[in-house]
């Protein structure tokens, strides 16, 4: 019985000991494969090729397309503006920044240069894509993501220009320096032709909304018109002084058109 109960005893403290080592084995795992940084390591890595592909898709349409961006807006120093394939109506945050999507709706860009806009790993529509558009120093374009799981943000300075005060259709958009500017001679100014006839191809929606949204967020304060968006039979996109609606023209575009109460938008190359 001595016997059988010193093999017990010895049984039980060697039970007690695997038990022991198999914990520390398997913390020693767990903290070797933490699964929630691997996790956030892998979705970072796909926004860093979603960027890449984001960057190459651009930087492409914009060298067939004279320097213009495939976004439908301005791309500015200040905010980080979302892309999108559309939009919401409502504002889009991302890193602290509020502002209007950078629609992409053209159809040369998701025909010839990238089918779709990918979408950040914790986004679900393609109404906030997780992924922004900003102007950084020398005008170079700049690519990011708005969420990240490291410590350092991830984003990349591209090697693409941004030097028109706003984008839509394919073309490069400027704001006349004044009323009874015609938009020839708002181009001349600049050093550039005005595009004659140009349109918003499919970036301007069946009511307008397009024109009026390039009103709003040209860079220029003189813009900043009210709600309202109002069709003009007359003149090409712009404001007219004391109105409180943005006023959109049917394309094409009238390059010698002017009005003594009118400033222009206008397609510049």
């Not at 022991?20 to 933490?34: H, Y």
């Not at 069946?206 to 390039?214: E, I, K, R, T």
């Amino acid at each position: 019985m001595g016997f059988d109960n010193k093999k017990q005893g010895l049984t039980l403290v060697g039970m007690i000991m695997v038990t022991m080592i198999l914990v520390i084995l398997a913390t020693a795992v767990f903290m070797w494969v933490d699964p929630v940084a691997k996790i956030g390591d892998t979705k970072d890595q796909r926004r860093q090729e979603a960027m890449l592909m984001l960057a190459e898709a651009i930087s492409e349409y914009t060298y067939d397309h004279k320097g213009a961006l495939p976004v439908l807006g301005s791309v500015t120093t200040s905010t980080k503006k979302v892309l999108c394939e559309s939009q919401s109506g409502d504002d889009v945050s991302c890193g602290g920044d509020t502002a209007r999507c950078l629609r992409i709706a053209h159809e040369d860009f998701y025909s010839n240069y990238l089918q779709q806009l990918p979408i950040d790993p914790d986004k679900s529509a393609n109404t906030d894509t997780g992924y922004y558009l900003k102007k950084g120093s020398n005008n170079a374009l700049l690519i990011g993501s708005c969420s990240s799981y490291g410590s350092e943000a991830i984003i990349s300075t591209t090697s693409i220009k941004v030097t028109c005060d706003a984008y839509a259709g394919g073309y490069c958009w400027y704001s006349a320096p004044a009323a009874d500017y015609s938009c020839d001679n708002t181009c001349v100014g600049i050093d550039k032709v005005c595009v004659d006839r140009a349109q918003y191809a499919s970036d301007v929606d069946s009511d307008g909304v397009g024109f009026c949204a390039l009103s709003r967020d040209i860079a220029d304060s003189y813009y900043e018109c009210g709600s309202g968006c109002e069709l003009t039979t007359t003149n090409s996109p712009g404001k007219i002084f004391g109105a409180s609606a943005c006023k959109y023209r049917e394309y094409p575009i009238d390059c010698s058109r002017k009005d003594s109460n009118y400033r222009n938008l206008c397609p510049c190359e």
